[in-house]
C-alpha cells in the first residue's frame, strides 16, 4: 500500500526474489521492529508465517535523517536478565552488534537484518500489499503487488514513518516534513522556522542549532515543559540534555501557547499563521514535525475509531470488528498506554503470538521465556505508575 515515497531509497538487501506463498496460517505486513520482532516470536513456536514487505528488511530506518539517533539508550545487559531497550528478540542486542549506544537509523537496520538472517525469518521484499479483504469463511485475501495470498491471520505492522502528516493545516505543501529530510545538513538557510515541539522537532532543532542556524520552535503547549513519567508523554533525557545545549547558544527559540494554523507564501518568503490570527514571518520554507498519519489508514476500513483517533482494539491487541487482523508497533493504543517505544511495543509481541497459538492448536509452552524476559506484558494496570523521584 503506497503512500508518497522519498527519493532517497532504502538499500536493497535481505531481498527474496521467489514469490510469496500462495497461502500462509499468519501473514505478518512490515519488517520492521514490530514485523520482524513478530516473526521472531512466531518462528519460535513453530507457527507457519510469512513477513511482506514493500522496501526492504528496516525501509523505514534507512530513511531517517542521517543524523538522526535512537532517544533510547542501547547497553547489553541479557547475561543479567535485562534485554537491551532496543531489542526485539531475545538473545540480541543492538549495542552489542553495533558497538553504540544511540544508534542511527541505518545502523538499526543493519541489526534487523541481522535478526532476520539469524532467525532465518520468511521475509519476502518487495512485496506491497495493495488490499485486505476479510473472507466469509474466515481468514483473508491479500492482494499485493505479487499477487494474491491467503491468509488464516494478519498481524499489521507496517508502522508509521513512512505515513508523514504532510498537509495538517492549509499551505502545509509550502513546508517540509521533517521525515523528507535525508541530513539536517541540506536544510538551506540560517532563520529556520518548525512546527511542532515534540521528539521530532526537537531533534531537528538541536541538529540545526549545531550546524550554527538559527531556530524558532513553534507549538501549541510547552511540550519540552512536561513532567509526565512516561517518555510517550515527554521529551527524553537524551533530548532535552541537547535542547539544553542549544539554548546556551541563544539561537533556539521555543514558542509556545501557538498553534500553527496555515502556512502562507510572502514575497520571497513565508508567513505562518496561528490560529489567534498572529503571523510569523520567516524567509525559508518550515519545518513540518506535524506527526504521522501511520499504516492504518490504509486499512483503515478494518477499525473502528475512538474520538482521539486511535484504533480500537481488544486486549490482545486485534481489531474489535474484524477478528483476526492484529496490529503490532507505534499505532498500538490502549487506555492509560502508549506503545510508541520500541522496548514497549515489543511487550505485546508474545501477547499476539498467544492468542495466534490458541487459536491454532499450537503449544504456548515456548512463550514462559517472554515472560521472564520483560516481553509479555499483558496487564496493562501497571502502566499507569508513575515515578515517585
Request: proline share 7%; aromatic share 8%; net charge negative.
Amino acid at each position: 500500500m503506497s503512500d508518497t515515497p522519498r527519493t532517497r531509497k532504502p538499500r536493497p538487501v535481505l531481498r527474496r526474489r521467489a514469490a510469496p506463498p500462495q497461502s500462509v496460517d499468519v501473514a505478518v505486513v512490515g519488517a520492521g521492529a514490530a514485523g520482524v520482532g513478530c516473526a521472531v516470536v512466531l518462528r519460535h513456536l513453530g507457527i507457519d508465517c510469512a513477513v511482506l514487505e514493500r522496501h526492504a528488511v528496516g525501509a523505514s530506518f534507512e530513511r531517517w535523517p542521517a543524523e538522526t539517533r535512537f532517544l533510547t539508550p542501547s547497553f547489553p545487559g541479557n547475561a543479567f536478565g535485562m534485554l537491551d531497550l532496543n531489542a526485539v528478540a531475545l538473545t540480541t542486542s543492538p549495542a552489542f552488534s553495533l558497538n553504540t549506544e544511540h544508534p542511527t537509523g541505518p545502523a538499526y537496520a543493519a541489526y534487523l537484518r541481522g535478526v532476520a538472517q539469524h532467525f532465518k525469518l520468511p521475509i519476502h521484499s518487495g512485496v506491497d500489499v495493495t488490499e485486505l479483504t476479510p473472507q466469509p469463511a474466515g481468514g483473508f485475501l491479500l492482494e499485493t503487488s505479487r499477487g494474491a495470498m491467503r491468509a488464516r491471520i494478519v498481524i499489521w505492522a507496517a508502522g508509521e514513518f513512512q505515513y508523514p502528516r504532510r498537509y495538517p493545516f492549509p499551505g502545509a505543501e509550502h513546508g517540509t516534513h521533517t521525515a523528507d529530510v535525508a541530513s539536517w545538513r541540506e536544510v538551506a538557510g540560517d532563520d529556520i522556522a518548525i512546527i511542532g515541539g515534540y521528539e521530532s522537532g526537537m531533534d531537528a532543532a538541536c541538529h540545526l542549532v549545531a550546524l550554527g542556524k538559527r531556530v524558532r520552535v513553534f507549538d501549541s503547549a510547552p511540550t519540552w515543559e512536561s513532567e509526565s513519567g512516561d517518555p510517550s508523554l515527554s521529551l527524553s533525557p537524551y533530548t532535552r540534555d541537547r535542547m539544553e545545549v542549544a539554548l546556551s547558544t541563544e539561537r533556539l527559540t521555543l514558542t509556545f501557547d501557538t498553534a500553527i494554523a496555515a502556512i502562507e507564501r510572502d514575497g520571497e518568503g513565508y508567513v505562518l499563521v496561528d490560529e489567534r490570527g498572529a503571523r510569523f514571518a520567516t524567509p525559508q520554507p518550515p519545518l513540518l514535525a506535524t506527526g504521522f498519519t501511520g499504516s492504518l489508514a490504509l486499512v483503515a476500513e478494518r477499525f473502528d475509531w475512538s474520538e482521539r483517533g486511535n484504533a480500537q482494539l481488544t486486549e490482545h491487541d486485534e481489531s474489535t470488528i474484524t477478528p483476526g487482523l492484529f496490529v503490532s508497533g507505534p499505532l498500538v493504543r490502549h487506555p492509560g498506554a502508549i506503545f510508541c517505544f520500541i522496548y514497549k511495543f515489543r511487550q505485546r509481541f508474545a501477547v499476539i503470538a498467544e492468542q495466534i497459538a490458541l487459536r491454532l492448536g499450537v503449544d504456548t509452552a515456548p512463550l514462559d521465556v517472554y515472560r521472564t524476559n520483560t516481553m509479555f506484558l499483558d496487564d496493562l494496570s501497571c502502566c499507569d505508575e508513575a515515578c515517585a523521584c
